[in-house]
């Protein structure tokens, strides 16, 4: 079946520094794909998506782009705030409205 | 404008009983998706409501069963509860195909 797979956490930045989140899947069709952050005691805010091959989701300074060809979804943003200190999780969706089906989790700690 | 409003927020209960959590969507969503999530896991999805029906489900048992009103608000009801069950609850909304919103959840403790 379809899956998600995130590279392990935590992951501890200073400020200003350069981030990247590896995220990998596998699905049968051509899904949807999605970045959520979960701040502490908080549900999950969706912070970008992308429908298809090539795009590139971005908001709040962070990107991801849909790359088919490695079944990848990656996330960066060029200088990390402690603001960002959260957990990210990469997600997907085989047709719009269904199931999303999420990575494990990565935690980001930024400190000043 | 309310998001979706997820209640109790937290609750601790026995082994071997049950359980009724409760979802109100954000207004002008008509879908309701549940999801449990595990301390440090990413969350896993039980069912999807729409119309009142049951439209997808997850590798869930029968334990796990729902409900939606027709005001489109939902219940998430787990009978025979195992400290395995106890978990952070997700809900949920969408509008047709368009993105979820999700409530804060409610914390499962099972003792």
């Known amino acids: 079946g379809d899956s998600v797979t995130q590279m392990e956490g935590p992951v501890t930045l200073s400020e200003e520094a350069f981030l990247t989140i590896n995220c990998t899947y596998t699905?049968?069709?051509?899904?949807?794909l999605f970045w959520y952050v979960q701040y502490p005691g908080e549900g999950l805010q969706l912070l970008l998506k992308?429908?298809?091959?090539?795009d590139k989701g971005s908001n709040k300074g962070f990107e991801a782009t849909y790359r088919k060809e490695t079944t990848s979804f990656h996330l960066e943003k060029g200088s990390v705030q402690v603001s960002d200190s959260a957990v990210y999780f990469c997600?997907?969706?085989?047709?719009?409205?269904?199931?999303?089906?999420f990575g494990k989790g990565t935690t980001l700690s930024v400190s000043s | 404008d309310a998001g979706v409003t997820q209640s109790p927020t937290h609750l601790i209960k026995t082994r071997g009983q049950q359980v009724t959590l409760r979802c109100s969507p954000k207004?002008?969503?008509?879908?309701v998706s549940w999801y449990q999530q595990a301390l440090g896991q990413g969350p896993q999805f039980i069912f999807q409501y729409y119309e009142e029906e049951e439209r997808q489900r997850g590798n869930f048992p029968d334990r796990f069963s729902g409900h939606q009103f027709p005001n489109y608000s939902s219940e998430l009801n787990v009978n025979a509860l195992l400290l395995g069950d106890s978990a952070l609850y997700l809900c949920a909304s969408s509008q047709r195909q368009r993105g979820y919103t999700f409530g804060s959840g409610t914390r499962l403790t099972v003792v």
């Open positions: 992308a429908t298809k091959a090539d």
């Open positions: 997600a997907l969706s085989e047709e719009a409205g269904t199931a999303l089906i």
């Open positions: 699905a049968t069709g051509y899904p949807s």
């Open positions: 207004s002008g969503h008509d879908t």
